[in-house]
C-alpha cells in the first residue's frame, strides 16, 4: 500500500507540468499567428528542467530527497502564482523557466525518495516501472482535461486561473505529506524485517543481458520529440482548423491516459524489452499516430491517432525507464540523464517543429518527419537485439 501511496506523487506533480503546456501554449495560440512563438513556453519549461537537472544530480541523494521534493513543490508553486497574477502572455515565458527549475528538483529527487522508501529492493524493476509510468501518464494528461472542463466550459474567460490554483492545491498536498512520509517510511522499516532474498519464479536475472540504455535513450529521445510535437505544434494546427479549447484538452488527454493505461499493462513484463518483434509493434502504433496526425481533418481521426499514439508512449517510456534502472550500480547516473533527454528533446522537438511550419507554410510537415524518425529507429533497434543470444531471453 505504501508503493502505491507514494506513487500519487509524480502523478499530482504531473497535473501540473500538464496544466502548464496546455494553458501557456494555448494562450499564445490565441493571440500569435507564428508556429515558432507559440511553442516558446513548452521550450522555457524543457529548458529549465533539463538544465537544472545537470546540477540536481550533483547533489541528490536519499537524505535530501524529501528536501529537494519539498523545495521543487515550493519552486512550482512560487510560478503558479506569479503565472496568475502577472499573467501577459508572453512574461509566462519566464515563469515556465522557473517551473522548469521546480519539476527538475522534483523528478530527479523523487525516484531516489521512490527507490529508498521500497525495503523490497528485489520485488521487481518491472512492476515499479510500469506503475510508475501509469502514475504520471495519468498526472500529466489530467493537466489538460482539468482545463478543458474548466476552461473550456465552466469558464472561458477567466477558467485558466482556477486551474491554475487547483495546482497549487496539489503541489501543497505533495509538500505537506513527504516529511509525515519519510518519518512513517523510516519507522516501518525498524520494525518490518529484511526481505528474504529469495528469488521466486516471477522475478528475471537481467544481469547477464547487455546494458541497453544507449537504446532506450534513442528510442525515447524520437518518442519524446514525437509527444512534444502534439502538445506544442498540434494546438496550432487545432486553431486553424477551429477545434475547441474543450476537444483539444479532450484530444491531448487522452495521449496520456491511453499512455498510461497500456504501461499498467505491461507490469508483468519479462523479456520483451530485448525483443524485436514487440517493439516494432509499438513503433509501428507511433507511426500511425503520427500519419493521423497529420492527414487527419476531423476531431475523431485525432481521438483515434490519440488513443494508437498512447499505446507508443507506453512502450517507449517503460523502455526508457526499464533500461535505466535494471542495472542498479549505474542507475543513478542514468535516471538523471533521463531527465535531461526530455528536457532536451522538448526544446528541440517544440523549436523544430514551429520553424518548419513557418518557414514552409505546411502545417503537417513535423508529423510527417517525426513518422519517418520512428521508422529510422526501428532499423537501429532490428540491428541491435538481433546480437542478443535468444537462449537468453526465453
Not at 524543457?46 to 537537472?53: E, M
Not at 495546482?167 to 524485517?193: D, G, M, Q
Request: hydrophobic share 50%.
Amino acid at each position: 500500500m505504501l508503493r502505491f501511496l507514494i506513487f500519487l506523487f509524480p502523478a499530482l506533480v504531473d497535473v501540473v507540468i500538464g496544466t502548464l503546456i496546455f494553458i501557456t501554449t494555448l494562450r499564445l495560440v490565441n493571440v500569435e499567428p507564428d508556429a515558432f512563438k507559440c511553442t516558446l513556453p513548452a521550450v522555457a519549461w524543457a529548458f529549465g528542467h533539463s538544465f537544472f537537472s545537470f546540477f540536481v544530480a550533483k547533489i541528490n541523494n536519499p537524505h535530501r530527497a524529501p528536501m529537494l521534493i519539498t523545495s521543487g513543490c515550493g519552486v512550482m508553486t512560487l510560478g503558479a502564482l506569479l503565472l496568475i497574477f502577472l499573467n501577459d502572455p508572453w512574461i509566462q515565458l519566464y515563469w515556465a523557466l522557473i517551473i522548469g527549475l521546480g519539476s527538475a528538483l522534483f523528478f530527479c529527487s523523487f525516484q531516489v525518495f521512490m527507490k529508498a522508501a521500497d525495503k523490497d529492493v528485489h520485488a521487481g524493476v518491472s512492476r515499479s516501472t510500469a506503475i510508475y509510468g501509469f502514475a504520471w501518464s495519468c498526472g500529466i494528461a489530467s493537466g489538460p482535461f482539468i482545463a478543458s472542463f474548466v476552461w473550456g466550459y465552466w469558464d472561458p474567460e477567466n477558467g485558466w486561473k482556477y486551474c491554475y490554483w487547483i495546482s497549487i492545491f496539489f503541489l501543497i498536498c505533495v509538500a505537506a505529506a513527504t516529511w509525515p512520509l519519510k518519518n512513517y517510511i523510516e519507522r516501518l522499516h525498524k520494525i518490518t524485517p529484511e526481505p528474504e532474498t529469495v528469488k521466486t519464479e516471477s522475478q528475471v536475472d537481467y544481469s547477464k543481458l547487455p546494458d541497453l540504455v544507449w537504446l532506450g535513450w534513442l528510442t525515447a529521445g524520437v518518442g519524446c520529440l514525437t509527444i512534444t510535437l502534439i502538445r506544442t505544434v498540434f494546438p496550432y494546427k487545432a486553431n486553424i482548423l477551429n477545434v475547441s479549447t474543450k476537444e483539444l484538452g479532450y484530444i491531448m488527454a487522452l495521449v496520456s491516459y491511453s499512455q498510461g493505461f497500456f504501461s499498467l499493462l505491461l507490469i508483468r513484463s519479462r523479456y520483451w524489452m530485448y525483443k524485436i518483434l514487440p517493439i516494432m509493434l509499438f513503433s509501428l502504433c507511433g507511426i500511425i499516430g503520427m500519419v493521423l496526425f497529420w492527414c487527419g481533418t476531423s476531431i475523431w481521426t485525432f481521438y483515434i491517432g490519440a488513443f494508437i499514439f498512447g499505446i507508443y508512449a507506453s512502450g517507449f517510456f517503460f523502455y526508457l525507464v526499464f533500461h535505466s534502472l535494471v542495472h542498479p550500480k549505474k542507475s543513478g547516473k542514468y535516471v538523471s540523464w533521463n531527465e535531461v533527454i526530455v528536457g532536451v528533446t522538448g526544446i528541440v522537438a517544440s523549436m523544430g517543429g514551429g520553424f518548419l511550419v513557418d518557414q514552409t507554410g505546411d502545417r503537417n510537415l513535423p508529423f510527417i518527419i517525426a513518422a519517418a524518425f520512428i521508422a529510422c529507429v526501428i532499423a537501429v533497434q532490428v540491428l541491435t537485439l538481433r546480437k542478443i543470444d535468444p537462449k537468453l531471453i526465453k
